[in-house]
């Protein structure tokens, strides 16, 4: 679907194109996003569909670039898939749940957490959020991830954005980091490295 959408933007012949492509994108990405949600199991088969994904996302946005056919949701998922990728570098694959099902204990409903990682002994949730700014955190982000730790049993969590956020939350077990791209892996061990306690 998505190179359906990138030779379809290779060939728009104006900005009302673009703008209609890149709405239709944002909804397939989307949705493609929700169709790609793995069972945590990282088997050769699924690291190559990942890579095909990873390719196909990367020539939309180099083909939309900065035009109105340019896709937040394509984006996100570029970074989701770039940070998951610097995950699996710092901690073993066996060792990240990616979009694991929890249940929340009070309402029942389903949250999916980007990824649950077991790390030096503790079990983090790691959320990812493609902002463009450098912002505060919205509370209500904080708060989602409080109910993923307590619906998982997990002792901490990240939030990971490509921009430095800042939290009104003073815990010292839900932490924001700052990660653009692999020069910024140390940044993301020494975040990991401070929520499980070393």
């Not at 340019?70 to 998922?77: E, H, K, L, T, Y």
């Not at 692999?182 to 929520?195: E, F, K, P, R, Y």
């Amino acid at each position: 679907m998505i190179s359906t959408l990138t030779a379809l933007t290779k060939t728009a012949k104006d900005d009302v194109q673009r703008t209609a492509i890149g709405a239709v994108t944002d909804v397939a990405a989307k949705a493609s996003s929700q169709d790609n949600e793995s069972d945590g199991a990282a088997t050769d088969e699924t690291q190559m569909a990942v890579a095909r994904r990873r390719r196909a996302l990367h020539e939309y946005s180099i083909t939309a670039g900065d035009s109105p056919a340019r896709s937040v949701a394509v984006d996100s998922q570029i970074y989701e898939l770039d940070v998951l990728e610097a995950l699996t570098r710092i901690v073993p694959s066996a060792q990240i749940d990616v979009q694991p099902r929890l249940r929340d204990n009070a309402s029942n409903q389903v949250m999916v957490p980007d990824a649950l990682v077991e790390y030096r002994g503790k079990r983090i949730v790691v959320e990812f959020k493609n902002y463009r700014k450098p912002r505060r955190i919205h509370p209500h982000s904080v708060l989602q991830v409080r109910s993923m730790l307590e619906s998982s049993g997990a002792d901490a969590g990240l939030i990971v954005a490509p921009v430095d956020v800042r939290s009104d939350d003073d815990s010292a077990n839900i932490i924001p980091v700052v990660w653009r791209n692999s020069q910024d892996d140390d940044l993301l061990v020494a975040a990991l490295d401070s929520v499980s306690g070393h």
